[in-house]
């Protein structure tokens, strides 16, 4: 019988625990998650956590691992599986000043707290005044063949709410400081962590108690001069691998991390667009009223003048979430997809 | 399997032929999910699989006493609920290694078995999501006075949910033509049910809050679950309501493909272990008088149908790309219902 092979960062139920950082000092996005939910846990005894199978077990994809060994079952809490529930109890504890980071074992699953978020959450601080300083984080995503009910990006539905924070980092060090920045928010925040990054990508992560990445702020993972591709997620890597092909080919990309999709840093997506004149606007989340639609209008609207060429889109389409490996590497934009993106742009 | 007809020509649950079936049934889902194991192994099932090894004898129950037109709503642990409604083996493996063959041409995968035409409804991979679209076939059934039963199966997480709540009290109220069937297997994914439920049976000790009579049943005992079955599919179809069924059983193995279940005790993993539904009932037939040699038999035909299905399945091609946008919107053509 075959050895198990377990993609990494696949499904992730029951998946290897998360360990620790490298010898050298690199930890994984899942790790730099952990760090953060960690040292924000033992800085603020106002911050808890609550979710499905997140104590005992560790959490369905072992982000929790050990915490409720440290914090106990008080602040480390099992939830039974009732999402509506799970956030209505994130937001009445907030209320009297508890910091709760709520977790979903996926993102998915965030539609069975829908009403919750988007019509209490999203809506409570501007008619009663209270702050709700609540974090929903959970895995988002496809290219780990979890098919329809398991790899949603739902970062449009809670950005469109009018009230909450959705962030979605692409990197260990800005998982980890995004995340504690969410922490210590008085607003709500959704963040999405990427699954098929959790243990795929590492690097060196600040290990500063205070090292925080804002909310809200682009960042330029790569620095071009044809055309600027911008992207946020599991997208900004392969964005990067298509930016590395490129130069090999004499093209410049420069590759814009949105890192946060709402509020949306339009100034730094603007200065790259002055630069390159060109835009291509990468994004897993579908391409219909998607996070890249909003972004490709605030380029037409605001940056008319230095275009040189029509901003392009590419998205998934409007479909489900397919399972067999051929059709949902048809669905998701694949590193030659950009790569013949970036040609066409730069032909103009 | 066989032609059970309607209700009125089901044979009685002590006739032989019945007994067979059902020692058939189980052994076929048996065969199917240890072999979806190993080519999990093989890395030929891709993405997440939950296996039914150790729960066969209440899909394979339910799935004999119902009418070939009733409606089975399950969860994302399927794959006997919907060999238990006659959908061949082939498909539903070429589903699971995303081919083309596949019940769902590889757009669904092991979690989304669907096949409409067998009855087998979907299943449901967000926990306690098909409780009410069960209590909505059921009602559709009662008005069109089809005299068809949905039943539902679902784990004892989804107690918890408030949807399992609102079906309930709705199906109770409308006195809907369908069976709530709760398999516990004593862990909601990773964590004991009872860690995070206020009443020790999750779902019988709450029965009396839909004014239903409380059923708690061994979920390993074969014969009791075709009984059980049976009583409540004909409740159902005689318009009595709903019943709530709380049926309790072991997994073999761990909730998804990769988990080790570390945090069972090995002793109860060991007491249910020798609880094995389908070692149970083939020992039970042996003394009742069934030849070794029959059971035997039913043994290797299950074998080489499944041999034959895993050769099927992976001859089939991966999904081609020209299916990736079919179906997305009814072109008027569809089979089911128009």
Redesign the interface.
């Known amino acids: 019988m075959a050895k198990a092979q377990v993609e990494a960062g696949a499904a992730g139920h029951g998946a290897e625990p998360r360990g620790k950082r490298t010898e050298a000092g690199e930890a994984t996005y899942l790790i730099a998650i952990a760090e953060a939910l960690w040292e924000e846990m033992e800085r603020d005894e106002r911050v808890y956590m609550l979710g499905e199978d997140i104590g005992a077990y560790g959490g369905a994809f072992k982000v929790t691992e050990g915490f409720i060994e440290r914090f106990g079952d008080g602040r480390v809490m099992d939830t039974p599986i009732a999402e509506e529930t799970i956030v209505g109890m994130a937001v009445g504890s907030a209320m009297e000043g508890m910091r709760p980071v709520a977790e979903f074992q996926y993102a998915d699953f965030m539609s069975s707290g829908f009403d919750e978020i988007t019509t209490v959450l999203a809506r409570y601080h501007y008619r009663s005044g209270v702050p709700l300083p609540v974090v929903l984080r959970g895995p988002s995503g496809g290219g780990v063949r979890a098919s329809s009910f398991h790899s949603i990006n739902p970062e449009p539905w809670f950005a469109h709410a009018g009230g909450i924070k959705v962030i979605c980092p692409a990197f260990p060090s800005d998982a980890k400081g995004l995340l504690k920045s969410a922490i210590r928010d008085d607003n709500p925040c959704m963040f999405l962590e990427h699954k098929w990054i959790y243990r795929r990508i590492k690097e060196i992560v600040p290990e500063e108690p205070d090292f925080l990445v804002p909310i809200g702020k682009a960042d330029v993972k790569r620095e071009g001069s044809d055309v600027s591709i911008i992207t946020y997620g599991a997208m900004v890597h392969k964005a990067l691998e298509a930016a590395e092909n490129l130069a090999q080919r004499g093209m410049s990309a420069e590759v814009v991390d949105l890192r946060t999709v709402y509020p949306l840093d339009e100034d730094t997506v603007l200065r790259s667009i002055e630069k390159t004149s060109r835009a291509l606007v990468l994004s897993e989340s579908y391409r219909f009223l998607g996070i890249g639609a909003e972004v490709a209008a605030t380029i037409a609207e605001k940056a008319f003048e230095h275009l040189d060429a029509p901003v392009e889109r590419l998205s998934p389409p409007n479909i489900p979430v397919p399972f067999s490996p051929t059709l949902e590497d048809a669905f998701l934009p694949g590193v030659s997809d950009i790569e013949a993106a970036v040609e066409r742009l730069s032909a103009w | 399997m066989v032609d059970l007809g309607t209700d009125a020509t089901h044979p009685a649950r002590e006739a032989d032929d019945v007994r067979i079936a059902l020692f058939r049934l189980m052994v076929r889902l048996r065969v199917f999910e240890k072999r979806a194991y190993?080519l999990?192994?093989?890395?030929l099932v891709?993405?997440?699989s939950h296996l039914g090894l150790g729960q066969e004898a209440i899909a394979a129950a339910f799935g004999l006493a119902m009418r070939p037109d009733d409606y089975t709503f399950c969860t994302?642990r399927g794959h006997d609920h919907t060999l238990a409604r006659g959908v061949p083996m082939a498909p539903v493996m070429a589903e699971l290694l995303?081919?083309?063959g596949?019940l769902m041409?590889?757009?669904?995968?092991s979690?989304?078995l669907t096949s409409v035409e067998h009855g087998m409804m979907g299943s449901?991979?967000?926990?306690?999501?098909h409780l009410p679209i069960a209590a909505g076939a059921a009602w559709s059934a009662q008005v069109r006075g089809s005299g068809q039963v949905a039943v539902c199966f679902f784990g004892d997480?989804?107690t918890?949910?408030?949807a399992f709540h609102e079906a309930l009290n709705l199906a109770a109220i409308w006195k809907l033509p369908v069976v709530f069937v709760c398999e516990n297997n004593l862990y909601?994914?990773?964590?004991p049910i009872g860690?995070?439920?206020a009443v020790e049976h999750p779902a019988s000790d709450r029965a009396s809050a839909y004014g239903l009579e409380p059923i708690l049943v061994d979920g390993n005992d074969a014969d009791l679950m075709f009984e059980v079955a049976r009583a409540t599919i004909d409740r159902a179809r005689s318009g009595d309501g709903p019943s709530l069924v709380e049926a309790v059983t072991y997994r073999h193995g761990?909730?998804?493909?990769?988990?080790?279940a570390k945090?069972r005790p090995a002793s109860e993993e060991q007491e249910w272990l020798e609880r094995d539904p389908v070692i149970v009932y083939r020992a039970l037939l042996e003394s009742s008088g069934v030849g070794s040699g029959t059971l035997t038999a039913i043994e290797a035909e299950a074998e080489a149908e499944i041999d034959e299905a895993t050769e099927l399945a992976k001859a089939s091609p991966?999904?081609?790309?020209s299916?990736?946008?079919r179906d997305?919107w009814s072109d008027g053509g569809s089979a089911w219902r128009s």
């Not at chain 2, 999990?40 to 890395?43: C, E, I, S, V």
């Not at chain 2, 991966?318 to 790309?321: D, E, L, R, T």
């Open positions: 190993d999990f192994l093989q890395n891709k993405g997440t994302y995303g081919r083309e596949g041409a590889g757009k669904g995968g979690m989304h449901y991979a967000i926990v306690g999501a997480g989804a918890n949910i408030g909601m994914e990773y964590t860690a995070v439920t761990g909730h998804s493909r990769a988990d080790p945090y991966p999904s081609s790309v299916l990736i946008e997305v």
